[in-house]
């Protein structure tokens, strides 16, 4: 018993003790649950405090989204970010937690940032939303890079009070910039730019700057400021970024911006009208990284002390008015890695300091006027990936080192006068090569094309000479230019196999044979250049393999065989100056757009289908054999029609009305045909025509009066025609008007005093031969003629007039040159020269036309002009040629023209001239051709000698009476008078016996020199003198 209640004992004490146990278990699990539950509480309490997005904002949020599609594509610069952050805006979301592009306040929960940047949003922007109106503690905004179409910038952004950084760039935001941006009084970064319809009303950029005193970052670039730059911008002390790129800006930019303490990017390029000069930079903090003013009107030098801007990285002041030499104190600059100096008038060489500058990435040097050889060493240059220094006059040979800079990507050295032989180069990096227009030799050896990432290689205008060594495994070669050289030999198979080539220009050279046909499929040639060279036999078929080529030129060489109509799916093509046969009335092509056929023995007539080409622009096939009516009912039609040359052909009928209403037709010409009819005077006003040429056909009637619509014109060719008209005394209204040609004709009249204030202002050729014009020369238009005076030609260099309007066609002219009748195919715009002769023009010439002193050549032969030669014509010091024959002129030659030394032919035959012919260097190699049908002349060349070959030339005229009252002129003209009578008596009393008949005669010859002597006092000698003579 007492063991069973031992035991009973023992159960029961084990029995409390589980009971215990559990107790005690229970009462952690519960603690610790309650502990638990506490902390996530506590957690979830802190959370919602994060969190907390009023559902004020997001409802204003998700308005503001309704506003947006979300756009299918998106900038370059956006290609990142793949989707709209506006994806996550769902209602009902938490917008601080769940939203991409939303930052709220971590313990107010007020959103304080919106960053939409690159958000793929297209729509507008209501200009009256409210929307930011619910975010009055917002303090960053980004809407950068999108489409908002046009919107404008809500003005409600100027309750954004705390707002420190707003972007709009790229965004498509137009109209004008609301005054409230200038509330924004917090604002430390700014950027508007690329808003190209954006603009400040009169005073709002004043009145932002004047405001915007915390500012560190201004980016306004291509917003429409129009406005000088306010001297409140002086008082943005904590700026680092100014960027006012292309704003229009004028006037002058104040001297102290430059001293803005921690400027370190000033952008004020593009700025055409702003002015400005670079202030000594003396003291200066280190700052200043980035300086652009390149297109504005900054003048001056760069001043030495540049070199002390020892943080400057970019230097930009391209196309400036910026002289002088360039500083050797850039050389200091070693943290620069571009400068940009183009388009200036820097002068002087280029200094070797620029070649130790470690970090120069970009040196552009173009266009400026740097002399002198280049610096011998490169090897300080070891990031220069950009060298551009074309349109220069620098000298000397071209260093090997500089091919081999180590980072060297393109070399740009062409139209510089670089001599010396190049004929390897060795690069690593070498992708870009121009040397064009210098005058370099060589050969092409074949290590040029070892240049192994070499894409351009352009060196044509040069002397280069041999036979080409073809670059046929220079698998990345896209240009090839090596025109206007002395290459030879022939072309090789294999390049019609460089399948990257999209230029071959081989054009101007002494190439010779068969081209090769071995143009491969699917190659990328766009512009194919074989022109001016012997090649000769057919034209290539497989060029149809060239499927995206553009333009093909073939012209001057030998190509035979009949027209390759196969050619026509080109845009470009040009087979001119060939030998090309056979028919062509049509030509199928939906792509030809210029189309040069002239110069062959092609034949057939234009069909209209000719004009059905609905892109045609360019239609020249001059020079040929085509005939029949010319199809204009197409071509009327033809609204991009830019040129129409038909010239040296025979086709006929007349010109329809329609013709004057082709708006884009620049050049007409439809000379040396058999075109007849009025010119129909329909010409419209605002076209474009330049050349028109309707020379050699029977066109009759009138000058079309509509012609002075043409305010472009610059060549009118109307000669040997059977126009029958008064002068058309209205084209002296055509200011641009260079050439005038109306010889053959039948004009007639008087050339009237002109009533325009400055006629003909540009004129430098005037032929109006063959005429019947009357009345005197047309001395108004010799005292305007401003283009043929005092033209220095030191300044001009050998251009053609229509040359800087189009490489295909050059304006031709025939006229009447040094006696012979010539036509030039192109005419230098220093060839001045007028031609009346062949008229009925009567009177002096007035003594004005020795202020033309730039004519090359003068004919007024063949008229009825009385009186002396004039002495100014000794002041046309560029004449010649000088033709005054078959005329009625009077007197002694003047010596004053043995001073022209350029004249090579002078004509002043059959006048009534006398005295003794000067003599001079030029005069002596004049014939006696020049002088024949002058009876009073004497001495060399002709064969009658003067009476005392020892007498002094006679003195210089005085136009005046001497001080003693006598007219020496009447008394000299009397002694002459004498003289002649004299020697005439004396030889008929002798000869005939007769003297009382003698007499009779003497007494009425006297009477007569009388009547002259006194009519001569009175001014009108001139007409005595003619009567005279008759006796």
């Not at 370099?440 to 040069?462: A, D, P, Q, R, Y």
């Not at 419209?684 to 043409?710: A, M």
């Not at 001497?962 to 009397?974: R, T, Y």
Request: net charge neutral.
């Amino acid at each position: 018993m007492d063991s069973s209640c031992n035991r009973v004992s023992v159960f029961l004490l084990y029995l409390i003790c589980f009971f215990h146990m559990m107790m005690m278990m229970l009462t952690f699990t519960t603690c610790s649950d309650a502990a638990m539950v506490a902390a996530q509480m506590e957690v979830e309490e802190v959370e919602m405090k994060m969190r907390r997005c009023s559902a004020e904002q997001s409802a204003a949020l998700l308005e503001f989204k309704s506003y947006f599609n979300f756009s299918q594509s998106a900038p370059s610069y956006c290609l990142l970010n793949s989707q709209s952050p506006m994806g996550s805006w769902k209602e009902g979301t938490d917008c601080c937690s769940l939203w991409d592009g939303i930052t709220c306040d971590n313990e107010t929960g007020q959103v304080v940032g919106i960053d939409l940047s690159c958000g793929w949003l297209q729509g507008n922007i209501p200009p009256n939303t409210t929307v930011f109106h619910h975010f009055p503690h917002l303090q960053e905004l980004y809407l950068d890079f999108n489409d908002f179409g046009g919107s404008r910038i809500p003005s409600s952004f100027g309750h954004l009070s705390r707002l420190t950084h707003l972007k709009l760039q790229h965004s498509g935001f137009s109209g004008e910039i609301p005054m409230e941006l200038s509330y924004l009084t917090q604002l430390m970064h700014l950027n508007l730019a690329s808003n190209d319809g954006l603009r400040f009303k009169k005073t709002g950029f004043q009145l932002l700057v004047q405001n915007l005193t915390k500012i560190r970052e201004l980016h306004l670039s291509s917003i429409n400021i129009s406005s000088t730059v306010p001297i409140s911008l002086l008082n943005l002390t904590s700026s680092n970024t100014l960027v006012l790129h292309g704003c229009e800006l004028h006037g002058q930019l104040p001297d102290g911006v430059f001293n803005l303490p921690y400027l370190e990017v000033f952008d004020v390029g593009f700025n055409s009208l702003l002015t400005g000069n670079f202030p000594k930079f003396i003291n200066w903090s280190n700052s200043l990284k980035g300086l652009q003013l390149e297109f504005t009107s900054f003048v001056g030098q760069l001043p030495d002390s540049i070199g002390n801007l020892g943080s400057l990285e970019w230097l930009n002041a391209a196309q400036c008015n910026i002289y002088g030499a360039i500083p050797l104190s850039l050389g200091n600059l070693t943290s620069v890695m571009g400068i940009y100096l183009s388009n200036n008038s820097l002068s002087g060489p280029l200094p070797s300091q620029l070649t130790g500058l470690p970090n120069l990435q970009l040196l552009v040097l173009n266009h400026n006027c740097i002399t002198g050889p280049l610096p011998s060493r490169f090897a300080g240059l070891p990031k220069l990936k950009f060298l551009v220094l074309d349109h220069n006059y620098i000298t000397g040979t071209i260093s090997p080192g500089l091919f081999a800079l180590p980072s060297l990507y393109i070399l740009q050295l062409s139209y510089n006068i670089f001599t010396g032989r190049v004929n390897e180069i060795h690069s690593n990096s070498l992708g870009l090569i121009n040397l064009q227009s210098n005058k370099l030799t060589g050969t092409l050896g074949s290590s040029m094309f070892k240049v192994e990432f070499l894409t351009h290689l352009i060196i044509s205008s040069n002397n280069f000479s041999g036979d080409i060594n073809m670059p046929c495994s220079q698998n990345f070669l896209k240009v090839l230019g090596v025109s206007n050289n002395g290459f030879s030999g022939v072309i090789p198979k294999c390049v019609g196999n460089l399948n990257e080539l999209v230029v071959l220009d081989l054009g101007s050279n002494n190439f010779s044979g068969i081209v090769p046909d071995t143009f491969v499929r699917h190659n990328h040639l766009e512009t194919i250049k074989l022109n001016g060279n012997g090649f000769q036999g057919p034209v290539p078929k497989s060029l149809v393999n060239c499927r995206v080529l553009e333009v093909l030129d073939l012209g001057r060489n030998n190509f035979s065989e009949k027209y390759p109509h196969w050619l026509e799916n080109l845009t470009n093509l040009r087979l001119n100056h060939n030998m090309l046969t056979g028919h062509v009335n049509e030509i199928n092509s939906s792509s030809l757009k210029f189309i040069n056929l002239e110069h062959n023995t092609l034949t057939g007539t234009l069909g209209s289908s000719t004009f059905k080409l609905e892109v045609l622009t360019h239609l020249i096939i001059s020079s040929n054999n085509f005939s029949g009516d010319l199809n204009f009912d197409m071509l009327c039609s033809q609204n991009a029609l830019r040129a129409l040359d038909v010239s040296n052909n025979n086709f006929s009928g007349v010109i329809p009305k329609c013709v004057g209403n082709l708006n884009e037709l620049v050049v007409l010409d439809l000379g040396s045909n058999n075109f007849s009819g009025i010119v129909p005077d329909t010409f419209v006003r605002h076209n474009h025509l330049e050349t028109i040429k309707l020379n050699g056909n029977g066109f009759q009637g009138p000058v079309p009066k509509s012609l002075v619509n043409c305010t472009y014109l610059s060549v009118l060719d109307l000669g040997r025609n059977n126009f029958s008209d008064k002068y058309p005394h209205w084209l002296e209204n055509l200011t641009n008007l260079r050439v005038l040609t109306l010889r053959a004709n039948r004009f007639h009249g008087p050339i009237s005093i002109s009533k325009t204030k400055y006629p003909f202002p540009s004129l430098r050729v005037m032929d109006l031969s063959e005429n019947c014009f009357t009345g005197p020369l047309p001395t108004t238009y010799f005292r305007n003629f401003t283009a043929m005076m005092n033209i220095s030609e030191a300044n001009y260099t050998l251009e053609y007039i229509g040359q800087n309007t189009s490489d295909y066609y050059l304006d031709s002219l025939t006229m009447v040159i040094k006696g012979s009748v010539l036509e030039m195919e192109r005419v230098l715009t220093i060839f001045i020269a007028i031609d009346l002769s062949r008229n009925k023009f009567e009177g002096e010439i007035p003594e004005i036309i020795g202020k033309l002193t730039s004519v090359r050549g003068l004919n007024l032969s063949h008229n009825s002009l009385t009186g002396r030669i004039p002495k100014s014509l000794g002041k046309l010091t560029k004449i010649e040629w000088l033709d005054l024959s078959s005329n009625k002129l009077v007197g002694e030659i003047p010596k004053q023209l043995t001073a022209l030394n350029s004249l090579g032919v002078l004509n002043l035959s059959h006048n009534q001239l006398a005295g003794r012919i000067p003599q001079g260097p030029q005069f002596d190699t004049f014939s006696n051709d020049s002088y024949v049908g002058n009876l009073g002349l004497c001495g060399r060349p002709m064969s009658k000698s003067c009476s005392n070959p020892d007498a002094p030339q006679p003195a210089k005229e005085k136009d005046s009476q001497s001080s003693d009252g006598f007219d020496w002129g009447v008394i000299l003209s009397g002694y002459g008078c004498g003289l002649v009578l004299g020697l005439v008596i004396g030889y008929l009393m002798f000869s005939t016996g007769k003297p009382r008949g003698v007499m009779r005669m003497i007494e009425g010859a006297e009477n007569k020199c009388r009547e002259w002597q006194k009519k001569k006092s009175q001014g009108q000698g001139r007409k005595c003198r003619r009567n005279y003579g008759r006796h």
